[in-house]
């Protein structure tokens, strides 16, 4: 028995895998809120324990580097999320900030994830607290980071997604910090 209902149902689920495809594809790549006039923040990634650092951010499954490449990545998504309308500049590995300029520097230690804000006036950084010590779900776009940690697969692949949605949320809640910092300063003068 041949329903008319059979091409209606066809067609509403082709239209709702079509909206959920667009609706993610708009969460990965998200404009970045820059103005024109401001100065970007830098980030750069740090530690005191290189060795440890550096078997942490390579994955088993892969043996992609996961740490820089996640930052340099989410950027502009995290600055979004966190309502910085700043550019943001991820520094190479070895890099440095221009002198004088706005730098949020994430230090890996012992396993927490710190965070610092150097205001480009100060030598001494504004420290901004623990950042790796919140859950995903947290994070504005924390249960499609859940989701996608639970569908990674075998357990060295979701152990890599899970490294990468930290540090995502690492960088989210440094740079939220940030735009608070630059907030406080703007009401000042």
Known sequence: MNSPLVPLRAFAAFTIALASLALSAAEVQPQPPASADSDPVFVSMHTSDPLRFERHRYGDATGEELIHSTLVRSAAAQAEFAHLDRKVVVLPEDGAAPAGSKELRLNWNDGAVTAEFYDG??????????????????????????????????????????????VELNLYLGLQRVARELNKQTAKS
């Open 121 to 166: 006036v100060s030598l001494k950084p504004k420290y901004l607290g623990v950042v790796s010590r919140t859950e995903l779900g947290a994070h504005p776009n924390g249960q499609t980071m859940i989701h996608q940690v639970l569908r990674a697969g075998l357990r060295d692949a979701r152990a890599e997604a899970l490294i990468r949605a930290k």
